[in-house]
């Protein structure tokens, strides 16, 4: 990364130098939503806080500086580098590629938007990008170092982004747009005002209308009638999104109510929420250990321990406060086995929210697969795993693991 920085093309341009450190240093973390126009202008040319960046232009006309450059520096100068870095039109987040051999500049055919390839699918050079990957992270955060005040091992990064681009290439394998279906919070809601534990097919069938709102039938019928999630949902699917700039283009996001039994047999699925706000994840219950159950008599949510370990309590519970709670993540095979289901469930909503941060952030992803038993070149097979998190002005925080499993049969 500092022979890019310290080429000829941007040696006598110091800001646009500090512009792709900038954006490479944020992407290599993970931290892509702070790679905005507006996060920019603050950080890498002094625009103060809130200043207006439709009116102001400098982001834009640098990027076109920066890709230009970067350009030249690969079809030139950097002719041999294995790695090379683009920046798409339209996009501020980097992407490093590794060096094409039927291309001279190595840039992706499809205008850099090709999603990383599934372990299945790897070219037979795959492995160059592990040595390609630790050296530009160390080399990366020497760089950047002057506005970092600590910086994670050079190693631990080789391995973060590693099995973080094998885990997100095997839900995005571009064989049809992954599906991310949403919560029903009204559904959630339901259930808990009557104090009951409604299933799929009552979910399928709408009887749990029925079921629910027998003190106040129209009351159900109105909330069951809205098509409301959570914000925490909507907050991880921005993260996915982020993750790379060719999800927005291979994602579809579908409301609980709308998905249909032969998505999850056919696609790559990611799930967001327990069974109770949705239903669809009881399809995998019986795969998993860790599982979200209501108790009527005190109106609380749980996961239940299905086989606990020797020191393993049977229930994990929020706490009554909401500062401490409980989330979990299964990455299992489809109903048709032909693909992925992700489920990211929590006790409450930020749980959700918490689950979705621990999958899309490089470090957390590699400590998540790593205590489940995998290594960084692969391959990822089923797992799942408990969070336990705490909660710093209503959102997740300290997310630890507590425990992994392998799925049952």
């Known amino acids: 990364m500092l022979r890019v920085a310290d080429s000829s093309a941007f040696a006598k341009a110091p800001v646009l130098r500090k512009f792709l450190l900038y954006v490479c240093d944020q992407a290599i973390r993970g931290q892509t939503a702070e790679i905005k126009e507006q ?29 230009q450059r970067l350009e030249k520096y690969f079809q030139s100068e950097g002719k041999s580098e294995p790695l090379v870095i683009t920046i798409p039109k339209g996009h501020y987040v980097p992407i490093f590629e590794v060096r094409r051999a039927d291309g001279p500049s190595g840039a992706v055919k499809d205008g850099g938007q090709r999603p990383w390839k599934s372990s299945a699918s790897r070219s037979p050079h795959w492995w160059l990008w592990i040595p390609v990957a630790a050296l530009v992270a160390s080399v990366l955060y020497w760089a950047v170092a002057r506005y970092r005040s600590s910086v994670p091992p050079p190693a631990a990064w080789e391995h973060s982004v590693a099995a973080y681009r094998l885990f997100w290439g095997q839900l995005y394998d571009r064989k049809q747009p992954t599906l991310v279906v949403a919560a029903d919070s009204n559904f959630a809601l339901l259930q808990d005002m009557s104090r009951q534990n409604l299933g799929l097919q009552d979910y399928i069938d709408r009887s749990y209308v029925q079921s629910a709102g027998s003190a106040h039938p129209d009351a159900a019928r109105l909330i069951a009638g809205r098509q409301y999630t959570s914000l925490a949902d909507i907050n991880v699917v ?4 982020q993750i790379h700039p060719s999800f927005a283009q291979w994602t579809q996001v579908r409301f609980a109510r709308h998905a249909e039994i032969r998505d999850f047999k056919t696609r790559n699925v990611i799930l967001l929420g327990s069974s109770r706000g949705n239903p669809w994840a009881e399809l995998f219950e019986r795969q998993l250990n860790f599982l979200a159950r209501y108790d009527p008599a005190d109106g609380r949510v749980y996961f239940e321990n299905v086989a606990p370990r020797p020191g393993e309590p049977s229930r994990f519970v929020r706490a009554e406060t909401g500062i ?51 290594a960084a070149d692969g391959p990822i097979g089923p797992f799942e795993a408990l969070l336990k998190l705490k909660a710093v002005a209503g959102g997740p925080a300290h997310i630890n693991i507590v425990a992994c499993r392998t799925p049952r049969s």
């Open 39 to 67: 996060q920019i202008g603050c950080e890498v040319f002094g625009r103060p806080p809130g200043y207006n960046a439709a009116e102001d232009n400098i982001v834009r006309v640098r990027a076109r500086e920066v890709r």
């Open 238 to 241: 921005a993260r996915i999104l």
């Open 324 to 374: 401490e709670d409980f989330a979990t993540v299964a990455l299992l095979r489809n109903l048709g086995d032909s693909g992925w289901v992700l489920i990211l469930s929590g006790l409450s909503s930020f749980g959700t929210e918490a689950a979705g941060e621990a999958v899309s952030r490089p470090d957390l992803c590699w400590q998540l697969l790593r205590t489940a038993g995998f």
